[in-house]
T-cell receptor
Framework: GENVEQHPSTLSVQEGDSAVIKCTYS??????FPWYKQELGKRPQLIID?????GEKKDQRIAVTLNKTAKHFSLHITETQPEDSAVYFC???????????FGSGTRLLVRP | ETGVTQTPRHLVMGMTNKKSLKCEQH?????MYWYKQSAKKPLELMFV???????ENNSVPSRFSPECPNSSHLFLHLHTLQPEDSALYLC????????????FGSGTRLTVV
């Protein structure tokens, strides 16, 4: 089955700097890669996703890149703000929006 | 509410108790899931229901018993749990083949004493 590894487990950046979180997956059949943000005490919420027919997707300050050959994908947050502080999870699925397998999460702290 | 409602929000139970977690989705999705979220661990997929049929059981102990009576409701029945079962239990739903990923419920924070 699918296995998703996520790094780093914690990340601390200064406000305004960029943050990058990386994930690798094992199942070459995976074709859907969402990212979720979970604030303290709240539910995970989808912030951006990418499908295997696209190499990069951007939405304002966040972007995701996908390298199918290397089987890794990354989340990039630019101009970080304190409200970006949260736990971020990557996930992968071979069957779009079905049976997502999650990475272990990255706790991002943005220092004011 | 985002469309996926979980009750109760918090639950404390003894190891000999029987309790149930409830999840309800109002999004018209055709798949529902139970995940376990423990400290410093990935979200662990427990059960998957697609079109009300259980399609996956990821080696979950039999003290956890899911039930999906219809496409909008999902239950997790609990009995004779262990302290290590204490965790946040998240329900999610999705439209298989759809474009919007999962929608999660707020979770039930379970403490087994």
């Amino acid at each position: 089955g699918e296995n998703v590894e996520q790094h780093p487990s914690t990340l601390s950046v200064q406000e305004g700097d960029s943050a990058v979180i990386k994930c690798t997956y094992s199942d070459s059949a995976s074709n859907y890669f969402p990212w979720y943000k979970q604030e303290l005490g709240k539910r995970p919420q989808l912030i951006i996703d990418i499908r295997s027919n696209v190499g990069e997707k951007k939405d304002q300050r966040i972007a995701v890149t996908l390298n199918k050959t290397a089987k890794h994908f990354s989340l990039h947050i630019t101009e970080t703000q304190p409200e970006d502080s949260a736990v971020y999870f990557c996930a992968a699925s071979p069957d779009s929006s079905y049976k997502l397998i999650f990475g272990s999460g990255t706790r991002l702290l943005v220092r004011p | 509410e985002t469309g996926v409602t979980q009750t109760p929000r918090h639950l404390v139970m003894g190891m000999t108790n029987k309790k149930s977690l409830k999840c309800e989705q109002h999004l018209g999705h055709n798949a529902m899931y139970w995940y376990k979220q423990s400290a410093k661990k990935p979200l662990e997929l427990m059960f998957v229901y697609s079109l009300e049929e259980r399609v996956e059981n990821n080696s979950v102990p039999s003290r956890f018993s899911p039930e999906c009576p219809n496409s909008s409701h999902l239950f997790l029945h609990l009995h004779t749990l262990q302290p290590e079962d204490s965790a946040l239990y998240l329900c999610a739903s999705s439209q298989v083949g759809g474009s919007y990923g999962y929608t999660f419920g707020s979770g039930t924070r379970l403490t087994v004493v």
